[in-house]
C-alpha cells in the first residue's frame, strides 16, 4: 500500500508521546498475525488466552509493543537463555544481548539461525522487518539495520514476549 498522507496524521494524532521518538529506534506498530501459517506449537485463540497473561497476549499474539523501558529483562545483564514465553523455545542468549539505549532488550543475532522467523511489516509507512518465535509464531519485536558488529543488526524484542533462565 502507498505512504499515504492522511494515515500517517490518524497514526501520529493516536500514538501521541511515542510519536515523537524517532521511528527507528522503536519496537512499535501493529503487524497481522501469524495464524494463517503452520507452526509447531498450534493453539487456539481461546487456549492462547487461557494459557498467556493479558499482556503476553497482546504482545504474541497481537503483536503489540510494550512501553520502552517497561520490561526487566531491558536491564538483566546475567548469563542465560531467553525463551518464548508462549512455548518456552529458547530464541535469544545473553551472550548476544547489549544495550542498545532504545528501552528494549536488544540483541545483534538469535541463538541460533532456526530459533526466529521474520516478515515484512508496513503498518507505519514504511518496510520493516517483524520477527516472531519459530516454533509457535508469537510476535517478538523487529530488527533494525543499526545494530552492532559483526551483524550490524538490532533485534528489539518485547520483554514481556521472553521468559529468562539464568545459566
Ligand atoms: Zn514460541
Redesign the pocket.
Known sequence: MPFNLSTRRSFIAATGVAAAMPLLASCGGEVTAHKQRT?R?TKTDAQWRRQLTRSEYRI?REAGTERAYSSPLDNEGRRGTF???????P?YSSAHKYDSGTGWPSFWRPIDNGAVGTSTDYKIGYARTEV???????HLGHIFGDGPRPTGKRHCINGIAMNFTPA
Open positions: 507452526y506449537v504474541l525463551s518464548c514465553a508462549g512455548c518456552d523455545n530464541v516472531h518465535c519459530a516454533d509457535c509464531g508469537g
